[in-house]
């Protein structure tokens, strides 16, 4: 085995915080929120983080780190009056991270 190129199934969770919209009743659109997370995905699925996410160049791909990486990058995608509250990534089932900015 190759200890370079083991992969884990990682589980993301995301939470934001926001006053619904009065209108829609919601905080934003969960299509779009779904949408980022899943272009973000694409940036370290199937990849070889350290080696091929540029975020990644300086910093060891913990679960702490892609947790912080997840937080940060969807940070910047949210729409106004929307903040992300936290992002949560299980590596394992007990293996877990949380990061609120």
């Known amino acids: ?23 829609t009743g919601m905080v934003m659109d969960i299509a779009i929120l779904k949408k980022d997370i899943q272009d973000l995905i694409a940036t370290v699925d199937h990849k070889f983080i350290d080696k091929d996410v540029p975020w990644f160049a300086t910093r ?32 394992t089932e007990k293996n877990i991270a949380s990061y609120k900015g």
């Open 1 to 23: 085995i190759n200890a370079e190129y083991g992969g884990h199934n990682y589980k993301v969770e995301v939470r934001v915080k926001a006053k619904p919209d009065e209108k």
């Open 60 to 91: 060891p791909s913990t679960v702490e780190n892609i947790c912080i990486f997840f937080y940060e990058e969807l940070a910047k995608k949210m729409p106004a009056g929307v903040k992300l509250n936290k992002v949560k990534v299980w590596e």
